[in-house]
C-alpha cells in the first residue's frame, strides 16, 4: 500500500525551529517527493520538492535559506528543517510524492497525488 505518513509539526514563537518528518511505504525510489503548505483562505503553495536519489532540490522563494529538505534513503524517509520560522510560515504542511510511474526529474512541474494527513505548523509573533 502506497503511503505517506508525517509527524513533527507543532506551535513554536517566531524564529524558533521545527523539523517535519515524513515516511513513505509501498514506495521510495526514483521519484519526486516534497512539501506543500496551504493556510486558510490561502492558496496551496510547494514548499520544497526532490527526486529521490538527487542531489537536486527545489525551494519557493518564501523558504530558501530557512527550509532544508534531507533523506535518509534507508528509512525511506524525507526530513523538513525549518528555522527562523515566520508567522508567514503558519499553514498546514503536506508530504507529497508522485506514483514511480509518472515521475521524472522535473519536480516542481508535476502531478503530485500522493499525500499524507498533513500536519499544522504555528508560528506565533
Known amino acids: 500500500q502506497v503511503k505517506l505518513a508525517e509527524s513533527g509539526g507543532g506551535s513554536v514563537q517566531a524564529g524558533g525551529s521545527l523539523r517535519l518528518i515524513c515516511a513513505a511505504s509501498?514506495?521510495?525510489?526514483?521519484?519526486?517527493m516534497g512539501w506543500f503548505r496551504q493556510a486558510p483562505g490561502k492558496e496551496r503553495e510547494g514548499v520544497t520538492f526532490?527526486?529521490?536519489?538527487?542531489?537536486?532540490?527545489y525551494y519557493a522563494d518564501s523558504v530558501k535559506g530557512r527550509f532544508t529538505l534531507s533523506t535518509d534513503d534507508s528509512k525511506r524517509t524525507i526530513y523538513l528543517q525549518m528555522n527562523n520560522l515566520k508567522p508567514e510560515d503558519t499553514a498546514m504542511y503536506y508530504c507529497?510524492?508522485?506514483?514511480?510511474?509518472?515521475?521524472?526529474?522535473?519536480?516542481?512541474?508535476?502531478?503530485?497525488?500522493?499525500w499524507g494527513q498533513g500536519t499544522q505548523v504555528t508560528v506565533s509573533s
Open positions: 507529497v510524492a508522485v506514483p514511480p510511474r509518472d515521475s521524472g526529474p522535473a519536480c516542481p512541474t508535476l502531478d503530485y497525488t500522493i
Open positions: 509501498g514506495f521510495y525510489s526514483s521519484t519526486c
Open positions: 526532490m527526486y529521490t536519489g538527487s542531489s537536486r532540490i
